[in-house]
């Protein structure tokens, strides 16, 4: 497999469910984001790894949990959604150097997992 | 933090016209301006960038256009084909600098009428 995988493409799950996203990337990257995509708005950007650490938390509530266990995973668990958490997730990937000030933006996008919470 | 607006947020050409999207952005530290194209079922893909210091950019049918005083940005599509068909995402962040996150617009969605 080439790219960025993202399992479930779609899950449906109830409020008191636990679930969990995966992501897998094939590029030898070493930072990986999940971001959230709802209809007629930006892109959310959720979570950022770099080098498995986490360096950016949106203000995302406590219901969504990250998790980095190496640079080629990313997952994210689902606990006690909110209707209003039904959107399409996306997992992305690029490669940072590891200078700073060096970094550019391209990012590799899966082809997401649609959420619907009921 | 940088806010990015896209307009419009649909269009819709004959398939030969032309397309265009126009985004501005608040930040006039940001430097790099990519643009992402985004087709049905799939993740949005980086289809062309421009940074601060150049003012236009071509790749065959495709060009973005920069105005940094006015902070705003364009993609133009020429002569579009049915494969154009898709939702188009402007971005805006600050390279080589450790606040690279990219901001988004809100996307466009671009039909083009056989």
């Known amino acids: 497999e080439t790219g960025v995988t993202q399992t479930p493409r779609h899950l449906v799950m109830g409020m008191t469910n636990k679930k969990s996203l995966k992501c897998e990337q094939h590029?030898?990257?070493?930072?990986m984001y999940w971001y959230k995509q709802s209809a007629k708005k930006p892109l959310e950007l959720m979570f950022v790894?770099?080098?498995?650490?986490?360096?950016e938390n949106n203000s995302v509530p406590s219901r969504f949990s990250p998790e980095c266990p190496n640079s080629s995973h990313l997952f994210l668990h689902l606990h006690t959604l909110q209707p209003e958490d039904s959107a399409l997730y996306l997992c992305?990937?690029?490669?940072?150097?590891?200078?700073?000030?060096?970094?550019?933006?391209?990012?590799?996008f899966g082809e997401g997992s649609r959420l619907t919470v009921l | 933090g940088e806010n990015v607006e896209q307009h419009p947020s649909t269009l819709s050409v004959q398939e030969g016209d032309s397309a265009v999207i126009k985004c501005t952005y608040s930040?006039?530290?940001?430097?790099?301006f990519p643009w992402y194209k985004q087709e049905l079922g799939k993740g949005p893909q980086l289809i062309i960038d421009?940074?601060?210091?150049?003012g236009e950019k071509k790749d065959q049918r495709i060009a973005v256009t920069l105005n940094k005083t006015a902070k705003h940005f364009s993609l133009h599509i020429t002569e579009t084909q049915p494969e154009d068909s898709a939702v188009y995402f402007c971005a805006a962040s600050i390279e080589l600098t450790n606040d690279y996150k990219l901001s988004f617009g809100a996307g466009t969605t671009v039909t083009v009428r056989a």
């Open positions: 421009i940074r601060s210091n150049v």
């Open positions: 930040d006039s530290a940001s430097n790099y």
């Open positions: 992305a990937s690029s490669q940072e150097t590891l200078l700073p000030n060096t970094n550019t933006g391209e990012l590799f």
């Open positions: 590029l030898g990257h070493n930072a």
């Open positions: 790894y770099s080098l498995e650490e986490r360096v």
